[in-house]
């Protein structure tokens, strides 16, 4: 992090390299990384600022305020991202239904194969304790269960962001027949 603040502040990357003992290579890497990190993590690096008259702060206030939401900030970042075609509304929930989604996958299909074994093993009689055929539909079942809810959770993350992403649109509209 220290690099990073100085590099932020004008120091060269050969004065870097030199105080710190690394290659100038190793300090455009650390650079580097900092920058994906922030992309990563979404850290919020660049700010906008925008003249406004006082009707035109009136109308904003009222578009978001009718919306549900709370701040400018956030009603201006969705807009901005509604504009360029990437509007997710709430990135921690898309990313956190995402984690989720792969969790259940991985279970889904984890159960998927445990039970192809277990047939597979009373199949051939190598079973130490056979499986009843209940068993095995029972975790067909679960299987079939743990996949489809992954599915439907990828399915209302889409659908949200879909609903969002026409809500922001409709304020650009409003926002472009106020401006007429």
Same mark, same amino acid.
Do not use: C, W
């Given at each position: 992090?220290?690099?990073?603040?100085?590099?932020?502040?004008?120091?060269?990357?050969?004065?870097?390299?030199? =105080?710190? $003992?690394?290659?100038?290579?190793?300090?455009?890497?650390?650079?580097?990384?900092?920058?994906?990190?922030?992309?990563?993590?979404?850290?919020?690096?660049?700010?906008?600022?925008?003249?406004?008259?006082?009707?035109?702060?009136?109308? %904003?206030?009222?578009? /978001?305020?009718?919306?549900?939401?709370?701040?400018?900030?956030?009603?201006?970042?969705?807009?901005?991202?509604?504009?360029?075609?990437?509007?997710?509304?709430?990135?921690? &929930?898309?990313? !956190?239904?995402?984690?989720? =989604?792969?969790?259940?996958?991985?279970?889904?299909? $984890?159960?998927?194969? &445990?039970?192809?074994?277990?047939?597979?093993?009373? =199949?051939?009689?190598?079973?130490?304790?056979? /499986?009843?055929?209940?068993? %095995?539909?029972?975790?067909? $079942?679960?299987?079939? /269960?743990?996949?489809?809810?992954?599915?439907?959770?990828? &399915?209302?993350?889409?659908? =949200?962001?879909?609903?969002?992403?026409?809500?922001?649109?409709?304020?650009?509209? !409003?926002?472009?027949?106020?401006? !007429?």
């Amino acid at each position: 992090m220290e690099i990073v603040r100085e590099a932020d502040e004008g120091v060269s990357t050969a004065v870097l390299s030199e =105080r710190f $003992g690394v290659s100038q290579r190793a300090i455009q890497y650390t650079l580097k990384a900092d920058v994906e990190r922030q992309k990563d993590t979404a850290v919020a690096t660049a700010a906008v600022t925008v003249k406004l008259t006082p009707d035109e702060l009136e109308a %904003l206030d009222a578009v /978001f305020s009718a919306a549900g939401i709370e701040t400018r900030t956030e009603g201006l970042r969705r807009l901005i991202q509604a504009a360029g075609g990437t509007f997710v509304p709430d990135v921690a &929930l898309a990313a !956190e239904m995402a984690r989720y =989604r792969t969790l259940l996958n991985e279970v889904g299909n $984890g159960v998927a194969q &445990l039970t192809k074994r277990m047939a597979e093993a009373n =199949r051939t009689g190598q079973g130490v304790a056979a /499986f009843s055929d209940l068993r %095995l539909a029972q975790m067909r $079942g679960l299987a079939r /269960f743990v996949l489809d809810t992954a599915d439907e959770i990828d &399915l209302l993350v889409r659908r =949200r962001r879909d609903a969002m992403q026409l809500e922001a649109t409709a304020a650009l509209r !409003e926002f472009a027949h106020a401006a !007429e």
